[in-house]
């Protein structure tokens, strides 16, 4: 599940600063707790959207550190050779290889479900 976007009425009042080393602090923030493999359950698809017809590999929904999240970024792009990217709970692979990223995650213990066609 996506975090909720912040809106001007969460910020408190502050709409602008002139300091740029200025970074708001939440105090109602919750860290993301980490989730075992097997509870997590992460969707993988094919993507093509505003990326020049150029398609990617898209895995989402994982929950956990931002060191997890490039750990298994890490492996998935090794492991398929490619390049790719990870921000935002989500997991880039460079080129169309839904199968072989849903094997390798099933193998790691992840429930995983092929999306979008």
Avoid: H, W
């Avoid at 912040?6 to 002139?18: A, E, F, N, V």
């Avoid at 860290?31 to 493999?37: D, S, Y």
Wanted: proline residues 3%; contains cysteine.
């Amino acid at each position: 599940m996506k975090p909720k976007k912040k809106t001007l009425s969460d910020l408190g009042g502050i709409m602008y600063s002139t300091d740029p080393s200025f970074t708001y602090e939440d105090e109602n923030a919750e860290p993301a707790e980490a989730l075992a493999n097997n509870q997590q359950n992460l969707r993988v698809m094919l993507d093509k959207k505003n990326r020049g017809g150029k398609a990617v590999t898209l895995v989402t929904g994982f929950v956990g550190s931002d060191e997890e999240l490039e750990k298994l970024s890490k492996m998935l792009k090794t492991k398929c050779g490619v390049g790719g990217a990870s921000k935002d709970g989500e997991i880039l692979i460079q080129g169309d290889f839904r199968d072989k990223v849903l094997l390798l995650l099933q193998k790691e213990g992840f429930k995983v479900k092929k999306s979008g066609g």
